[in-house]
Antibody, heavy 118, light 106 residues
Framework: QVQLVQSGAEVKKPGASVKVSCKASGYIFSDYYMHWVRQAPGQGLEWMGWIRPKSGATNYAQKFQGRVTMTRDTSIRTAYMELNRLRFDDTAVYYC???????????WGQGTLVTVSS | SYELTQPPSVSVSPGQTASITCSGDKLGDKYVCWYQQKPGQSPVLVIYEDTKRPSGIPERFSGSNSGNTATLTISGTQAMDEADYYCQAWDVSTYVFGPGTKVTVL
C-alpha cells in the first residue's frame, strides 16, 4: 500500500531554516510528482510547489520562490522540502502529497508541524 | 493568478443532500478534485477528474464541473461527513485550492 511518512515536528527560531523529509513506499517513487502543501493553524490549504522525482525538476509557488528548495534522493525514495528565513507566519503543518497523474493529490503524508517561535 | 471561491459553510440535516460549490473563471475547462479534512487529520481525496471517486470513497459522494462552477454533492449525508471540504484545480502546472467549506450535519 502507498505510504508517505514524514519527519517529526520541529521548533525553529525566526530566520532559521527547516528541512522536512517524506519517505515514500508502496509505489515506484520516480513515476509520480510529489507536492508540498501547508496549512497554518485554523486556515486552509496552501500549495507550495512540486518536484518530479525522475528528473529533479521543480516548480514553486511564486510566494515561496527564493525561500523554498525541494529535492529528492531516489536511492532512498525520499523527498525533502527546505524553507529558509523562517517567519512567525510560517508556523503550519506541512504535508507531502503524491500527484495521482491528473493534478490531484491521491495520497498525503501525516503532516509535520513546524513551529516558528522566539 | 487563478482563484477559486467556495461558500464558508453549508449546513445539512442527516439523510439530506449537501451541495458545495467551487467557482472560478472557465473552471469547466480544468480538472477539479475535492478533499475532505476532519479535525487533526490529513486531507482525503474524495473526487478527482471532476466526477471520479477513488477506491473506498462511498457512492454518496459525487461531483460535476461545467462552465464556471464545480459542485461536490453528498447524498444521504451522514454525521461522519461533517468536515471541511476543499476544491482544487490544476492550472498552468500549479495547484490552486479553494478556501474551504465547513459542512455541518445538524
Amino acid at each position: 500500500q502507498v505510504q508517505l511518512v514524514q519527519s517529526g515536528a520541529e521548533v525553529k527560531k525566526p530566520g532559521a531554516s527547516v528541512k522536512v523529509s517524506c519517505k515514500a513506499s508502496g509505489y515506484i517513487f520516480s513515476d509520480y510528482y510529489m507536492h508540498w502543501v501547508r496549512q497554518a493553524p485554523g486556515q486552509g490549504l496552501e500549495w507550495m510547489g512540486w518536484i518530479r522525482p525522475k528528473s529533479g525538476a521543480t516548480n514553486y509557488a511564486q510566494k515561496f520562490q527564493g525561500r523554498v528548495t525541494m529535492t529528492r534522493d531516489t536511492s532512498i525514495r525520499t523527498a525533502y522540502m527546505e524553507l529558509n528565513r523562517l517567519r512567525f507566519d510560517d508556523t503550519a503543518v506541512y504535508y507531502c502529497t503524491r500527484d495521482g497523474g491528473s493534478g490531484e493529490s491521491d495520497y498525503w503524508g501525516q503532516g509535520t508541524l513546524v513551529t516558528v517561535s522566539s | 493568478s487563478y482563484e477559486l471561491t467556495q461558500p464558508p459553510s453549508v449546513s445539512v440535516s442527516p439523510g439530506q443532500t449537501a451541495s458545495i460549490t467551487c467557482s472560478g473563471d472557465k473552471l469547466g475547462d480544468k480538472y477539479v478534485c475535492w478533499y475532505q479534512q476532519k479535525p487533526g487529520q490529513s486531507p482525503v481525496l474524495v473526487i478527482y477528474e471532476d466526477t471520479k471517486r477513488p477506491s473506498g470513497i462511498p457512492e454518496r459522494f459525487s461531483g460535476s464541473n461545467s462552465g464556471n462552477t464545480a459542485t461536490l454533492t453528498i447524498s444521504g449525508t451522514q454525521a461522519m461527513d461533517e468536515a471541511d471540504y476543499y476544491c482544487q484545480a490544476w492550472d498552468v502546472s500549479t495547484y490552486v485550492f479553494g478556501p474551504g467549506t465547513k459542512v455541518t450535519v445538524l
